[in-house]
C-alpha cells in the first residue's frame, strides 16, 4: 500500500523558514516525479515544485523561485522543500504528491496518482 506523509509545517513570521519533509513507502520512487502543491484559502491547488527521483531534474513556481528548494533523499525514499524568505501569501495547506503521469505538467494536480494527508503552513506577524 503506498502512503505519503507530510510533515515539518508551522507558524513563522515573514521572512523566516521552515523545511517540509515527505516520507513515501509501499513502492520505489526512483524514475518518476514526486511534486509539492499548495492550496491557500479560497484558492486552487497550485503546483510549488517537483524532482524527478534517480535524476537531477527539478521545476518551480514561478513565485517561490529562488526562495525554495526541492530535494530528495533515495535511500530515505524521502523529498524535502526547504522554504526561505517565507511570506504571508505561501500560507497554505501543503501536500505531496507522486508517481505523475507521463507526458503530463509537473504542476497540474491531477496528473499525480498518489497524495499525503498535507502539513499546514502559516506565515504572519
Not at 513502492?27 to 503546483?47: S, V
Amino acid at each position: 500500500q503506498v502512503q505519503l506523509v507530510e510533515s515539518g509545517g508551522g507558524s513563522v513570521q515573514p521572512g523566516g523558514s521552515l523545511r517540509l519533509s515527505c516520507a513515501a513507502s509501499g513502492y520505489t520512487t526512483i524514475n518518476n516525479w514526486m511534486g509539492w502543491f499548495r492550496q491557500g484559502p479560497g484558492k486552487e491547488r497550485e503546483g510549488v515544485a517537483a524532482i524527478f527521483i534517480g535524476g537531477t531534474t527539478t521545476a518551480y513556481a514561478d513565485s517561490v523561485k529562488g526562495r525554495f528548494t526541492i530535494s530528495q533523499e533515495n535511500a530515505k525514499s524521502t523529498v524535502y522543500l526547504q522554504m526561505n524568505s517565507l511570506k504571508p501569501e505561501d500560507t497554505a495547506m501543503y501536500y505531496c504528491a507522486a508517481e505523475k503521469v507521463l507526458g503530463r505538467s509537473w504542476s497540474t494536480p491531477t496528473a499525480y496518482k498518489y497524495w499525503g494527508q498535507g502539513t499546514q503552513v502559516t506565515v504572519s506577524s
